[in-house]
Nanobody, 125 residues
Framework: QVQVVESGGGLVQAGGSMRLSCAAS????????MGWFRQAPGKEREFVAV????????YYADSVKGRFTISRGNALNAVYLQMSSLNTEDTAVYYC??????????????????WGQGTQVIVSS
């Protein structure tokens, strides 16, 4: 079992930056690939960025590529989402998620078993 808790959301002006953090705990956390997802009002949850177990491989949604950066902490028990050049379309609840990963270097777009409670990000114009 892995528990994930997000933090760092809030209100930011368009064009600004924000960093989200995800703290994970539980058994064999380093065996899990991680990802960030988001859900805007009235829309389905969508993938934002994912990262491999060892933090080497990453993949981004086209809508955030070049603006967002996902990374893992040195101890691999934290995941971050650095967001820059934010716009109003980035307003959403952001979720951190974890899934078992047999590969150290692969990232995954689906199959996430463990989810945080979400953190709200509001981008004002």
């Amino acid at each position: 079992q892995v528990q994930v808790v997000e933090s760092g959301g809030g209100l930011v002006q368009a064009g600004g930056s924000m960093r989200l953090s995800c703290a994970a705990s539980g058994r064999a956390y380093s065996s899990y690939a991680m990802g960030w997802f988001r859900q805007a009002p009235g829309k389905e949850r969508e993938f934002v960025a994912v990262i491999s177990r060892n933090g080497v491989s990453t993949y981004y949604a086209d809508s955030v590529k070049g603006r967002f950066t996902i990374s893992r902490g040195n101890a691999l028990n934290a995941v971050y989402l650095q967001m820059s050049s934010l716009n109003t379309e980035d307003t959403a609840v952001y979720y951190c998620a974890a899934r078992p990963a047999p590969s150290m270097t692969d990232y995954y777009l689906s199959g996430y078993d463990y989810w945080g409670q979400g953190t709200q990000v509001i981008v004002s114009s």
